[in-house]
């Protein structure tokens, strides 16, 4: 079955030791984001690739990176964890065109200690 | 601005019964709009959406959502309530503008279904 992939599913990293989170999906879609979950609340979007263009959200800290060396997989960098980025992070995908609704990966969810 | 509301943090309802998750938007322009539902540490599931056409539109596992444009709402129903449908309902919004489906997303409903 075509799907969005997130591993892992739980991440333990220490304060301020960096971490990578992994997407890939089998859609072959355009269009990747990021987005950052916390306790239930509204997903928060980080950033998107269109293709191989990097889209970055005004509101996105610098210590969170992200790369796409190709269609299907991305990566999300967070340089320096502190304790305020622990969250669910989702990964979503989606064709291009204004009406296509994203499809989501199952999420990390990421501890600080 | 843009913005997206859903009134309540919660909804509760009785298994069997009719459901209501209701949304309103504030958008320019003609809306894309959208269901999600989450289940518990797991991502969000597409449920429905309205593009344009009918104002009734009818998604996965019974769920329907009626566009009003007079009132700028969106609000889903379900005919009867199953208690596998407790769980995070999002509305979203997808600003007129652009090509990447950027979603404005409400602050979700909890459902909760009674057996």
């Known amino acids: 079955d075509a799907m969005v992939i997130q591993n892992p599913r739980y991440q333990v990293t220490q304060f301020g030791k960096p971490v990578t989170l992994s997407c890939s999906q089998t859609?072959?879609?355009?269009?990747m984001y990021w987005y950052q979950q916390k306790s239930s609340q509204a997903p928060k979007l980080l950033f998107h690739?269109?293709?191989?263009?990097?889209?970055n959200e005004a509101d996105t800290p610098d210590n969170f990176q992200s790369r796409r060396p190709n269609t299907s997989f991305c990566f999300l960098d967070i340089r320096s964890p502190g304790l305020g980025d622990a969250a669910m992070y989702l990964c979503?995908?989606?064709?291009?065109?204004?009406?296509?609704?994203?499809?989501f990966g199952p999420g990390t969810r990421l501890t600080v200690l | 601005a843009q913005s997206v509301a859903q009134p309540e943090d919660q909804v509760n309802v009785a298994e069997g019964n009719p459901l209501t998750v209701k949304c309103t938007y504030s958008?320019?322009?003609?809306?894309?709009l959208f269901w999600y539902v989450q289940y518990p540490n797991r991502g969000l599931q597409f449920l429905l959406k309205?593009?344009?056409?009918?104002?009734l539109v009818k998604g996965s596992y019974g769920f329907e959502a009626e566009f009003n444009k007079s009132q700028t709402s969106f609000h889903l129903k379900k005919p009867s309530a199953l208690v596998s449908d407790s769980a995070l309902y999002f509305c979203?919004?997808?600003?007129?503008?652009?090509?990447?489906?950027?979603?404005?997303f409400g602050t979700g409903t909890l459902l909760a279904v009674q057996p």
């Open positions: 309205y593009i344009t056409g009918d104002n």
């Open positions: 979203a919004v997808r600003p007129s503008g652009g090509a990447t489906n950027k979603l404005i």
């Open positions: 958008v320019s322009g003609n809306p894309y």
């Open positions: 979503a995908t989606s064709s291009r065109g204004s009406g296509n609704e994203q499809f």
């Open positions: 859609l072959n879609h355009n269009v």
């Open positions: 690739y269109y293709d191989k263009d990097f889209n």
